[in-house]
């Protein structure tokens, strides 16, 4: 007979988290609610189970089923994304990107990103991250407007001749243009890798240019818009390039692969090629668009938007900075992040600005009138026009009527 113990104090707090992700409207872009069967997965017993290695080639017995887990997803995202090879062991998609930078460049290696206080990601060459210790960061900015500019970007590499240019965004909220991106790299010679995390979900709907078509490699994580488990995937039409990303996975970065975890890959793969995930991605955009186009006919700056996400300039719309717009915001329920803007003065720890994202909300069902509403909750909290037990009580109201996220 086998004893279940009950750890009260962690069932309390995930209960507790429950009731937040229910009661609150999240509007942080890079989150998502996974279905209830990724998280099952995520939540069995394969947790228990020792893989090192890849199917058909482990270091333990007993892999029989793992083994055929694992095929389905690594199968089930190359369908998705149209690509031929895939890893899907990645813990996150910052492994994800150690591992693609180790299967390309030397260490040393010379990487051309964005500026990251205009978008980019900490792996895409911060002084606090691993990859600006094992690599060369060189970097383009964005142009006035706010977007990328493909003719400097090409100016920049033919000066700083990159051994790799690396596309793909953590706050950047207009489309991509892969093919340019392609085009500047082979007019440098040099690699093209793609890091999706953000718009993946967007990709594998079709509502945005696929970069397997045209990066070395693509990383992406699973569980922004793609909204599966918290984890990452490498993407690469290139035999020689998979082998390499292999072993900078396993052993050189990771040991034994989460196979509960790739499991829910694999689940999320399967819904996100469905017509049901192409309608909720469409909404995700028209939603966003809603939003943003609400805030700025009340004269809010904003950027404009062609994905899930867009930037609200609280500095000069309110006076205050993200950090003091995300505080106020999460007050009354509304759970958003503060981001650095381009050519932005102030410190990360403070910003101009907020990110914010309808990837999350779309999921449960906020539709476009929601999407008003929840511009004018915005825009009445930070200019304080909007009482605080008003605006909770609009908040109660919308996500009452949303899908209700279960606690398991
Ligand atoms: N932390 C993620 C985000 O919020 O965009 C990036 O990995």
Known sequence: MVTILMDQEIRNLIALETKRQNNGIELIASENYASQEVRMACGSILTNK???GYPNARYYGGCEYV?????????????????????VQPHSGSQANAAAYRALLPNGGKILSLVLNDGGHLTHGSPVSFSSHLYQF????????????????????KLEKPDLILAGYSAYPYAIDFKKFKEICNEVSCLFMVDMAHIAGLIAAKLHENPCDYADIVTSTTHKTLRGPRGGIILTNNENII??????????????????????KAICFKEASTKQFQTYAN???????????ELESLKIKVSGTDNHLFLLNTLDSYNLTGLEAQKKLENVGITTNKN????????????????IGFAAITTRGCNQNDAKIIAKLIDGVLSNKLAENYVKNEVSNLTKKWLKIEEI
């Open 340 to 355: 650095m803007l381009p050519n932005d003065t102030l410190t990360p720890k403070e910003t101009s600005g907020l990110r």
């Open 50 to 52: 020792y893989a090192e």
């Open 138 to 157: 060189v970097h383009y900015p964005l142009g006035r407007d706010g977007k990328l500019d493909y003719n400097k970007i090409l100016e920049i590499a």
């Open 243 to 264: 082998k390499k990303v292999n072993s900078a996975i396993f052993p050189y970065y990771q040991g034994g692969p989460l196979e509960h975890i790739i499991a829910g």
């Open 67 to 87: 083994d055929q887990i694992e095929k389905i997803a690594i199968e089930r995202v190359c369908k998705l994304f149209n690509v031929k090879y895939a890893n």
């Open 283 to 293: 909404n995700v955009i028209i939603n966003t668009k809603t939003c943003k186009d």
